[in-house]
C-alpha cells in the first residue's frame, strides 16, 4: 500500500540485508514508524506486544524471527528456542504455528551454513504468498459485492468490519478489506461501518488509517452500534478476518465478532468471513471447545490512550482503579452463523464439506483424524 507516495508492505527485510523492519502498529494512526528488528527476542517483542497484529503478518514476523535467531547461531539448540519463544506470543492466531513448522521444515535438516540463507529465502517466500493470497481473496469478494451492488441497485453498499484485516494485518491488501480496495478501485460504490474493536482499536486507529489513506468512505461506530444499523436496514453485508478457522468452518476472530454474527442473523444481513487457507487449523473441529483464546493484560481494558491537547499520545485511566478487569482477546462464532467463506481458493459454505470442496489435498488427513 501507499503511503506517503511510497509503496510499502508491513514488513520487509531492510538495506542490510539481515535486520526486518516493521511498521509500529501502535503508533498509528498518529504516527508512521518503523521498528527495526535485529534479533529474535526483538521479534518475539514485536508480536506479543502487538507492535504487528493480524494472524497473516503474526506469522510472517515469526518466520523472520527464526531467521534473526538463525544468524545469530545457526545450531539446532538456536533453532529450538527460538521455535519455543516465538510459539509462545500468542496463542489464537494459527498462522503463528503455521509459519514455525514451515521455517522448522525449511531449515532442520540442512547442512549449517545454509541454514540461514535458506530461512531468509523461506521467510520471503511466506511472504511473497501472502500477498498473492490476499489478492485472490479480494477478486472472490470482490464478486460479491458486485453482486450484492447490483442486487441494492442504488446507494454505496453499506458494509460492516470488526477489528482491523487490512494490509495492516498481512503483508499487503489484506483479508476482509482486500475485495472493499477492489470494490472502491473499481468504482462500486462502498461505504464502511467500522467498528472501533475495543479495547486495542484496531477498527478506529488501523481499520479506520487504512482506508482513509486509500479514499473509501467510512464511519467509525462504537462496538455496540452494528445491531442498530442491521436493524434499520443500514447494513448490507458484514465481512470480517479470522484468526483460527477449524475443519468444521467455526471461526476465532476478535472479541466481539461473535455478536455481530448473531446480529446479522437475525436481521437477515450476510455475514462472510476473508480467509487465507493458513488460518484452516484442520486439526480442530468444534471452535468453542478447542480454540486457544488468548487472555490479555486487564490493563488494555482499563486504560485507552489517544492524542491529548498538545499533540502527544496519552494514556488515561477508564474505570476505578480497584475494579478489576477481564480481557478476552478472541471469540468464536459458530460455522451456522457464517453465511460463506471467501479464501484464496474462492467462495465455500462455511462447513467441512466447503472447505474440502476448495482444499481437497486435505481430505485423507481430515477423515484420519476421525472428522465425519
Ligand atoms: O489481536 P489482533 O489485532 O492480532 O487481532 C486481529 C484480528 O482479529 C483479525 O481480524 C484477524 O487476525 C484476521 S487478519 C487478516
Redesign the pocket.
Known amino acids: 500500500m501507499r503511503i506517503a507516495g511510497e509503496w510499502y508492505r508491513t514488513i520487509r527485510v531492510a538495506d542490510d540485508g539481515r535486520s526486518v523492519d516493521v511498521i509500529d502498529q501502535r503508533a498509528l494512526p498518529f504516527s508512521f514508524e518503523i521498528m527495526r528488528l535485529t534479533t529474535v527476542e526483538q521479534a518475539a517483542f514485536a508480536i506479543s506486544e502487538?507492535v504487528v497484529?493480524?494472524?497473516?503478518l503474526?506469522g510472517a514476523t515469526a518466520a523472520y524471527g527464526v531467521c534473526l535467531a538463525l544468524l545469530k547461531n545457526p545450531m539446532h539448540g538456536s533453532l529450538d528456542r527460538a521455535l519455543e519463544l516465538l510459539g509462545a506470543t500468542r496463542p489464537t492466531?494459527v498462522n503463528l504455528r503455521w509459519a514455525l513448522e514451515v521455517m522448522d521444515e525449511a531449515v532442520r535438516y540442512l547442512p549449517v551454513e545454509e541454514r540461514v540463507a535458506a530461512a531468509y529465502q523461506r521467510a520471503a517466500r511466506i511472504c511473497d504468498d501472502d500477498v498473492e493470497i490476499s489478492k485472490s481473496i479480494g477478486r472472490h469478494g470482490l464478486a460479491i459485492f458486485r453482486e450484492l451492488a447490483a442486487a441494492k441497485g442504488s446507494g454505496p453498499l453499506n458494509i460492516l468490519t470488526h477489528?482491523?484485516?487490512g494490509w495492516l494485518?498481512?503483508v499487503d491488501w489484506?483479508?476482509a478489506l482486500a475485495p472493499i480496495y477492489m470494490a472502491h478501485d473499481e468504482g462500486v460504490g462502498v461505504h464502511v461501518w467500522v467498528d472501533e474493536t475495543r479495547p486495542?482499536n484496531?477498527g478506529a486507529s488501523l481499520t479506520a488509517y487504512e482506508l482513509g489513506a486509500h479514499g473509501v468512505p467510512h464511519s467509525v461506530i462504537v462496538d455496540n452500534c452494528g445491531g442498530h444499523l442491521m436493524q434499520h436496514g443500514m447494513v448490507d453485508v458484514c465481512i470480517?478476518?479470522?484468526?483460527r478457522t477449524t475443519a468444521a468452518g467455526d471461526v476465532a476472530?476478535?472479541i466481539g465478532t461473535y455478536l455481530k454474527a448473531l446480529a446479522a442473523r437475525d436481521n437477515g444481513v450476510p455475514f462472510y468471513v476473508a480467509l487465507p487457507q493458513t488460518t484452516i487449523d484442520w486439526q480442530a473441529r468444534d471452535g468453542v471447545a478447542e480454540i486457544p483464546i488468548e487472555e490479555r493484560e486487564a490493563r488494555e481494558v482499563r486504560f485507552i490512550s489517544g492524542l491529548g491537547p498538545d499533540g502527544r499520545v496519552v494514556e488515561v485511566e477508564l474505570t476505578p482503579p480497584s475494579s478489576p478487569a477481564a480481557n478476552y482477546?478472541f471469540d468464536v462464532t459458530p460455522a451456522r452463523l457464517v453465511t460463506g467463506f471467501i479464501t484464496d481458493r474462492g467462495v465455500c459454505e462455511a462447513s467441512l464439506d466447503g472447505l474440502l470442496s476448495l482444499f481437497p489435498e486435505w481430505e485423507s488427513d481430515v477423515r484420519e483424524e476421525g472428522f465425519e
Open positions: 502487538m497484529r493480524g494472524a497473516p503474526i492466531a477489528c482491523n484485516a494485518a498481512t489484506g483479508t486495542r484496531q470480517v478476518g479470522t484468526d476472530n476478535k482477546a
